[in-house]
């Protein structure tokens, strides 16, 4: 199993989804504990990477597909990964704070959406909403005062296997959400994920595992963000 830096691929997807137990609550409170913990161990890791960097690198942030992205990018151009599995908007709202930026980053890249779509936490009532909307706004204004260029990827499609726990209908309005913030705060938004996107409203048949949410491969994720990168003279 591949390395991403410290952690194993099998690792972060632990991280980002958890085991199932006997009960919902049983696998929501595990889960919590496991992103709890891997959380912990990420956040050294982050800072000392943001210290060691040198000007003009590649910062990528948000859950679990930020981590695997990063780590399948920084076999191409040099990164920080700064992805955190299992985190959602509003908890990685949290963590700024606590990764300060020595040097300035030439691209960030934010993904988030996934942990935020819950149907445990009713993810289109307006409270819910709302709370996204203020998270992700404190994300891109961190990201914009650190990165010269902020890109804010769509949420990525559910596998329908996810749909227990995962609202796919979410998945469209939060990414319409995204991208009305990046309108109104100079960032730019894109869809890396657009062509796995097939059959129904927010959902793949083609580019998830069998958790319904993280993808094959995530290699094939970072050629096509790749393409996005602004050229650099």
């Known amino acids: 199993m591949r390395e991403l830096g410290r952690w194993t691929r099998r690792g972060v997807l632990i991280a980002g989804c958890g085991a199932l137990t006997s009960s919902a609550e049983d696998e929501m409170q595990r889960n919590r504990r496991l992103a709890t913990a891997h959380l912990s161990r990420r956040l050294p890791v982050i800072r000392a990477a943001l210290e060691a960097a040198a000007p003009g690198f590649l910062f990528v ?24 599995g299992g985190a959602s908007a509003r908890r990685y709202s949290q963590l700024v704070d606590a990764l300060p930026f020595p040097v300035r980053a030439g691209v960030a890249i934010l993904i988030v959406g996934t942990n935020d779509i819950l149907r445990s936490g009713a993810p289109l009532s307006a409270a819910t909403i709302a709370g996204f909307e203020t998270a992700a706004t404190r994300l891109l204004a961190w990201l914009r005062t650190n990165a010269e260029t902020v890109l ?30 990046c309108a109104r ?4 938004f894109f869809d890396p994920f657009a062509d796995l996107r097939d059959g129904e409203a927010g959902l793949t048949s083609q580019a998830a595992l069998p958790d319904g949410v993280h993808l094959r491969d995530y290699d094939a994720l970072a050629a096509t963000v790749l393409t996005w990168l602004p050229r650099r003279d």
């Open 61 to 84: 942030a948000g859950n679990s597909h930020a981590e695997l992205l990063g780590g399948a990018l920084s076999r191409t151009v040099p990164v920080v990964n700064g992805g955190v």
């Open 152 to 181: 804010v990827a769509a949420v990525p499609p559910l596998g329908p296997e996810a749909r227990a726990d995962r609202d796919p209908v979410a998945v469209a309005a939060y990414t319409a959400i995204l991208k009305s913030l």
């Open 185 to 188: 705060s100079e960032c730019r």
